[in-house]
Structures are given as C-alpha cells and as structure tokens.
C-alpha cells in the first residue's frame, strides 16, 4: 500500500505570494492532518480534516486555510506568505477519527519563502 | 491545555550503549502518547504507542517506553544502540487526530 505523498517536495517563494500544497493520504484514510515544523516552534497542529469537514483547528493566523476533497485528498493553502512561514509542512493521514488511530507521516514539503 | 516536555534537546551515545530519552506530559485526560522518529528530510515514523493497559510497550526497532502516571512520564529506552538509530526524536500526546509534540531530541551514535 502506498504511503502519504506530498507535492511539491521543495518550493521556492517570495514575500506576499500564496502557495499551495498538496497531501494524498494513505488509500482507504479519510483524515488528513496538517502540521507546521519549524526549527524554532518545533512541530505545531495546524488544522485536521475528515470527510472533507475541518475538525480540528490549531492556533494559526487565517492566512493559513486547508480543504479536503471527496477522494480524501488534501490541499493546504497559505496566502500572504511572510518569512516565518518558512518551514517543512507535514501531513499526517489516519483510517478513523478515534484516539486509538496512528497517524502516518508524508515527506513532508520544505517551504522557504524568501 | 496538553503539553510535552522533552529537557535534552541533545544526546550522544556510544554504539552499543543503553539508551533513554526523556519525555514528560501534561494532560487533562488518560493520556494517548507517542514517540516517533524522523531522520534527516524525512517525515515522521511512529516508535511506539500507549494508550492503556500494560505500562511497558514493545515498539519497532529494539525500542521500548515505560508509562509512569505518577511522575508523567513516558521515556523511550534501547538496551543496545545502533549507529542507524541517529535522528532526532519526538514524543507526543494527544488524540483525535491532533497531536501535540515535543520539540525533540536529536541522538547522536557515536562509533
């Protein structure tokens, strides 16, 4: 079974462009989670999304947005971009919504806004 | 809120050499806890879980984790370190979907 992919891996921007990023989780895992690694925050929640509803949100400006699709496909999106956002952003998928389901990691995508 | 502590950001040992990262938690509930491992540009891969029942797991790799309730505690342990266990490692807590980690522990295995 094929894991959590991401795409891009690496993307470049400037200061005030958007971005998005892209997350398929594992197949049959219909909840997707988002999170934030930087090397001064550590790794933060972002937001969590089942059945194409968020969830779950962390505390995040709303410059940062997510949606899910009906294939349970994700896609982040960060508007504004400052350089703070500059981080590996990983994505996280699970079969279920109990506390009892392991999330499994994608590669991640690195970020660096410039 | 829940929280994660983990107090030596760094840690080297010999190949060979016993093993145990620390990890302290703060919940408000019967804790979901986690230690996961990332190795350089990778994601995350989980260690091991507890969620209830015998406070010592068994996890992939050699590795184990004792829950202590009374101290808020689940430290990662390995009898025998391998030069393939360096990379930084996170513990967590939480569920729902919603983790909350510690800022890591980055291992080096000294040959």
């Known amino acids: 079974k094929a894991g959590v992919t991401q795409t891009p891996r690496y993307l470049i921007k400037t200061r005030g462009q958007q971005v998005t990023l892209s997350c398929s989780p594992i197949?049959?895992?219909?909840?997707v989670s988002w999170y934030q690694q930087t090397p001064g925050q550590g790794l933060q929640f972002l937001f969590e999304?089942?059945?194409?509803?968020?969830?779950n949100k962390g505390n995040f400006p709303g410059r940062f947005s997510g949606r899910q699709f009906s294939n349970s496909r994700s896609e982040m999106n960060v508007s504004t971009l400052e350089l703070g956002d500059s981080a590996l952003y990983l994505c996280?998928?699970?079969?279920?919504?109990?506390?009892?389901?392991?999330?499994?990691f994608g590669p991640g995508t690195r970020l660096t806004v410039l | 809120a829940q929280s994660v502590t983990q107090p030596d950001i760094h840690i080297t040992v010999s190949e060979g050499a016993s093993l145990e990262l620390r990890c302290n938690y703060s919940?408000?509930?019967?804790?979901?806890l986690f230690w996961y491992v990332q190795s350089p540009g990778q994601g995350l891969q989980l260690l091991l879980k507890?969620?209830?029942?015998?406070?010592l797991v068994q996890g992939i790799k050699g590795f184990e984790a004792e829950f202590k309730r009374s101290q808020s505690s689940f430290n990662l342990r390995k009898p025998s370190v391998h030069w393939s266990d360096a990379a930084e490692y996170f513990c967590?807590?939480?569920?729902?979907?919603?983790?909350?980690f510690g800022t890591g522990t980055q291992l080096k295995v000294e040959l």
């Open positions: 996280a998928s699970t079969s279920g919504t109990s506390d009892y389901n392991e999330q499994f």
């Open positions: 197949s049959g895992h219909r909840s």
């Open positions: 999304y089942f059945s194409e509803t968020q969830r």
């Open positions: 919940y408000g509930a019967t804790p979901y």
């Open positions: 507890y969620f209830s029942g015998d406070t």
């Open positions: 967590a807590v939480g569920g729902g979907n919603k983790l909350t």
